[in-house]
């Protein structure tokens, strides 16, 4: 019988997609942030590093290209995390601000029509 065995429920496809995004984002910045810790400062040991992984060799003035090239890509990275970020921010409390919005210019055309604040129109 299956109704006696202990069976545990499988997970929401909700809850994995919130894990999944979650997992994203936080390698969107943790992969440049370690790619520009990693980068050796000497173009000798990328061409080094080049050499052991690819069996190709480089020379010194390619090396350097190839690490101010892996710096830009980092820093490129970063940037593009971080106005996506900020992006999503703004579109958030935009959206929440525009629904406060909304009520606060009501309340004010209301406080205009009763003659007190900011847009009252003079009675005189």
């Known amino acids: 019988m299956l109704c006696c065995q202990d069976q545990t429920p499988e997970p929401s496809p909700s809850a ?25 400062k000497c173009p000798g040991c990328v061409a080094a590093y080049v050499l052991m992984l690819t069996g190709v060799g480089l020379s010194f003035g390619s090396a350097e290209m190839v690490r101010w090239a892996l710096i830009g890509l ?11 970020m900020v992006r999503r921010w703004m579109l958030e409390t935009g959206a929440a601000s525009e629904k406060k919005g909304s009520r606060h210019e009501a309340s004010k055309e209301a406080e205009g029509q009763r003659g007190i604040g900011p847009n009252a129109s003079s009675f005189v």
């Open 74 to 84: 980092c820093v490129l990275a970063i940037a593009w995390a971080s106005v996506r």
């Open 16 to 40: 994995v997609r919130v894990w999944t995004r979650r997992g994203g984002a936080a390698a969107r910045w943790a992969i440049p942030i370690a790619g520009l810790a990693l980068i050796p």
